[in-house]
T-cell receptor, first 109, second 112 residues
Framework: GESVGLHLPTLSVQEGDNSIINCAYS??????FIWYKQESGKGPQFIID?????DKRQGQRVTVLLNKTVKHLSLQIAATQPGDSAVYFC????????FGAGTRLTVKP | DTGVSQDPRHKITKRGQNVTFRCDPI?????LYWYRQTLGQGPEFLTY????????KSRLLSDRFSAERPKGSFSTLEIQRTEQGDSAMYLC??????????FGDGTRLSIL
């Protein structure tokens, strides 16, 4: 069946380095993709979104890249800070909104 | 705070009891969603409302689960005859059409 998945379950980076979190999706009909950040005990927090007619979108310290050819989505975080430590989910909207299992980002001081 | 609000934040109950959770969405959002999240997993879609109409239900939503949004504002999710497997975080989200969903902090349900 269709699914959303992440390549790595955990990612550890040094404070100040850039982080890249990857996501693979398989529903070619998905037209909208979102990255969420979830801290312990809280709900997912919207970070950035991208529609399927775009291949790149930038926010404050974050960039999302969409490669529809290989059905791949990535989230780049520039100058990673300790406050960025969390679980990051990608989500795709096809018939409904589907989330991957998440990547836990740990930022080392 | 004008975000999505969920109540209670935690619920502990004995197996077989009924529980009800409430979600108050962002006021101008006409779409409301319920999700379930277990440890180490992403949220799983349960059901979706547009205004007061329940438009979609996941196969995950067994007959013991019922959701309502009677006036198109707040919503309730009821679980009858709770089972151990119902232990999870229940998340509510709201949005406007074409906009990202914004989540509440969830209700954590523990079944004894």
């Amino acid at each position: 069946g269709e699914s959303v998945g992440l390549h790595l379950p955990t990612l550890s980076v040094q404070e100040g380095d850039n982080s890249i979190i990857n996501c693979a999706y398989s529903n070619s009909a998905s037209d909208y993709f979102i990255w969420y950040k979830q801290e312990s005990g809280k709900g997912p927090q919207f970070i950035i979104d991208i529609r399927s007619n775009m291949d790149k979108r930038q926010g404050q310290r974050v960039t999302v890249l969409l490669n529809k050819t290989v059905k791949h989505l990535s989230l780049q975080i520039a100058a990673t800070q300790p406050g960025d430590s969390a679980v990051y989910f990608c989500a795709e909207r096809g018939n409904d909104m589907r989330f991957g299992a998440g990547t836990r980002l740990t930022v080392k001081p | 705070d004008t975000g999505v609000s969920q109540d209670p934040r935690h619920k502990i109950t004995k197996r077989g009891q009924n529980v009800t959770f409430r979600c108050d969405p962002i006021s101008e959002h006409n779409r409301l969603y319920w999700y379930r999240q277990t440890l180490g997993q992403g949220p799983e879609f349960l059901t979706y409302f547009q205004n007061e109409a329940q438009l979609e239900k996941s196969r995950l939503l067994s007959d013991r689960f019922s959701a309502e949004r009677p006036k198109g504002s707040f919503s309730t999710l009821e679980i009858q005859r709770t089972e151990q497997g119902d232990s999870a975080m229940y998340l509510c989200a709201s949005s406007r059409r074409g906009q990202p969903q914004h989540f509440g902090d969830g209700t954590r349900l523990s079944i004894l």
